[in-house]
């Protein structure tokens, strides 16, 4: 009876496995074929109609302009659909479209229209669609449409004016200004775009606009485990993704599970890049829609909304997004409401995002993430954002932070808003003007380098905790500050004498704050009349970033071998404690417990570690911190 059983079980794996099949896709084939590697499919979206889990979607040289929307999601780990550019292959998915036929106007130097009919932008014109949603601020009406000269995004007008004689705009990505703009006019049949192109002739350089609101995104909910690997994909005219509004970036997991987004290039979003977000039942912009209630008694409402549209642990999140570079997004490179719960988001290289600064909001960081319980986020390397590098906002309960390369950013690297713990950060290099920002409750902070000042804030915002390892709300509370652990950690200060940097900023927090063995350096403080380590004001190592096309090396004003003389206590689970408001202990998703035994190259930790993220600080003045580790 065994061997039979056995052979049952031999037949029904083959059978799975040669039921699995590979469709192939290229610009030179036809959706009338079969999808064969000799006779492909056109477009990526059709295979997506054909696609059953197991089954692979290889995607050829060149460019495809279209909105892919799958039809079926995978069944489980090791049966999931992927989706991957070919080998040695560059395959782009753009939600834009070319337009040549531009019109020179005799007013305004470098000024060019073209007249499209509306039947161009099929059921979706961006540029007769406002930018609009919960938090977004801004004084004037922007819409999703972009317009893209040689894949560099122009400026949006307010005025045919403002593109004769347009402003000097002075922002992060062009400090010396630019005056390339564009506006529209939109009546019932056409759309007419002006442009300012400086010195380019639009007819004879690459012009390209945008027409969907979206490059992969599953309209259906519940299609997990997807893998999508090694694209490139651009240029949607993607909307605001507020955390109480459905979330659609030009690559979105709806409300899923499961995804791998890896090894992707993906730039030039209107808003954002990859979202992780939550569906539109559970609420859509309720704070613009609805103002019986304030935007906090809103969230709550959408929390407990998405609660019972299945968010946990079994149905939601838990996706995977490593090694993707992402870049030139207005709002954040990835964001998520409660999808992003579970997940490990890695390798990825985050830059230029909100540069152009057009418009603002409460919801703009390189990686922005509501509900991220238990996310791990590490060795990501994030950069010249316009707003905040890694912002975790409500509920990151479980979550840890670990060994991100931050620097050049407008506000803090890091913004930890109403949590109430335990949360990990551990092994950073921080290294903007501005380190944190935190108005929350049960934080563990060790071995980092934080070379900026420390914000932290008042909040009477009632907000959730959850049981541990879960999305199951245990409670709702205030936050009252405090409860942190700062072990391990350099801080060095700043020449602003009005900002505070180090641990005596915490001098007026509520709860308690246990904090030994910091290394306090160029004026960086303890708390005031506490011992919470080692004060040498005298020692200024001025850090500063020298970056190559992959490399990013840090460099020093003193040999880094006089930091290595500094060493502190191994940090455990059991030194940590449990966090005063949940009761919890600071453990991995897994719930073993939670030790900061490796450095931020993944080199082990001895039982006195050196303070800082670097473990084996080398001689000399120069060290690579990027590539942190192997991909």
Request: aromatic fraction near 10%.
């Amino acid at each position: 009876m065994k061997k039979i059983c056995c052979l049952i079980s031999l037949l029904c794996l083959c059978g799975s496995t040669l039921s699995a099949r590979e469709y192939h896709v290229s610009v030179t084939g036809s959706d009338a074929n079969d999808g064969s590697a000799s006779s492909p499919f056109k477009t990526i979206n059709w295979a997506a109609q054909k696609a059953l889990p197991g089954d692979t979607v290889t995607v050829h040289n060149g460019t495809y302009r279209e909105w892919v929307n799958p039809l079926s999601g995978g069944e489980r780990e090791g049966k999931r659909i992927l989706y991957r550019a070919a080998e040695g292959e560059k395959a782009e998915i753009k939600g834009s479209e070319r337009v040549n036929g531009w019109k020179k106007e005799k007013k305004g130097k470098g000024v060019w229209k073209v007249v499209l009919p509306n039947t161009f932008f099929g059921n979706y014109n961006p540029f007769n669609d406002r930018l609009y949603g919960d938090w977004l601020w801004s004084d004037r009406y922007h819409h999703t449409g972009d317009i893209y000269l040689n894949d560099v995004s122009l400026y949006e007008a307010f005025s045919l004016d403002k593109v004769y004689t347009p402003d000097t705009l002075r922002t992060i990505r062009d400090p010396q200004g630019s005056t390339l703009t564009w506006f529209a006019e939109v009546d019932a049949n056409h759309t007419t775009l002006y442009a300012n192109f400086g010195s380019a002739d639009p007819n004879k350089e690459t012009v390209e606009v945008t027409v969907r609101p979206t490059c992969f995104y599953p309209t259906r909910e519940g299609l997990d485990y997807i893998t999508i690997r090694g694209f490139h994909i651009s240029q949607a005219a993607t909307q605001w993704a507020a955390p109480t509004a459905e979330q659609v970036g030009m690559v979105a997991t709806h409300w899923c599970k499961g995804w791998i987004i890896e090894d992707n290039v993906i730039k030039n979003s209107r808003a954002n890049g990859i979202t992780l977000g939550k569906e539109r039942s559970s609420g859509h912009n309720l704070d613009c829609n609805d103002k019986r209630l304030d935007g906090t008694a809103h969230y709550i409402e959408v929390i407990f909304n998405t609660l019972r549209r299945g968010w946990s642990k079994d149905h939601v999140g838990s996706h995977i997004v490593r090694n993707n570079i992402i870049s030139d997004c207005e709002q954040t490179g990835i964001c998520g409401s409660m999808g992003a719960a579970f997940s490990e988001i890695y390798g990825n290289h985050i830059y230029n995002i909100l540069v152009k600064q057009q418009f603002g909001g409460a919801e703009m960081a390189g990686i922005k993430l509501h509900g991220a319980i238990d996310t791990y986020i590490h060795h990501n390397r994030i950069h010249h954002t316009g707003h905040y590098g890694i912002w975790l906002d409500w509920m990151a309960q479980g979550a840890r932070v670990s060994s991100n390369l931050l620097y050049d950013n407008l506000a803090q690297d890091l913004f930890f808003e109403v949590s109430h713990g335990p949360y990990k950060v551990d092994n950073n290099i921080s290294l903007s003007p501005r380190t944190i920002q935190e108005n929350t409750d049960g934080g563990a902070y060790v071995n980092n380098l934080f070379s900026g000042h420390i914000n932290r804030l008042d909040d009477q915002r009632y907000t959730p905790y959850h049981l541990n390892h879960s999305t199951e709300v245990k409670g709702i509370c205030t936050i009252t500050e405090g409860d942190h652990r700062y072990y391990n950690n350099l801080f060095i200060g700043g020449s602003d004498e009005q900002l505070k940097y180090g641990t005596v900023v915490f001098d007026v927090s509520k709860r308690p704050i246990a904090a030994e063995d910091n290394l306090f350096i160029n004026g960086a403080l303890p708390m005031t009349d506490k011992q919470q380590g080692w004060v040498e004001p005298s020692v200024n190592p001025n850090l500063r970033v020298d970056e190559t096309a992959d490399e990013v090396y840090l460099v020093s004003d003193i040999d880094l071998q006089e930091l290595a003389s500094f060493k502190g206590k191994k940090v455990d689970a059991d030194r940590l404690g449990i966090t005063q408001l949940t009761g919890l202990p600071f453990e991995n998703p897994d719930r073993t417990p939670y030790s900061p035994d490796k450095d931020y190259f993944g080199n082990p930790r001895s039982d006195t570690p050196v303070v800082g993220p670097i473990e084996k600080l080398p001689s000399g003045k120069r060290i690579q911190v990027w590539p942190s580790l192997k991909k």
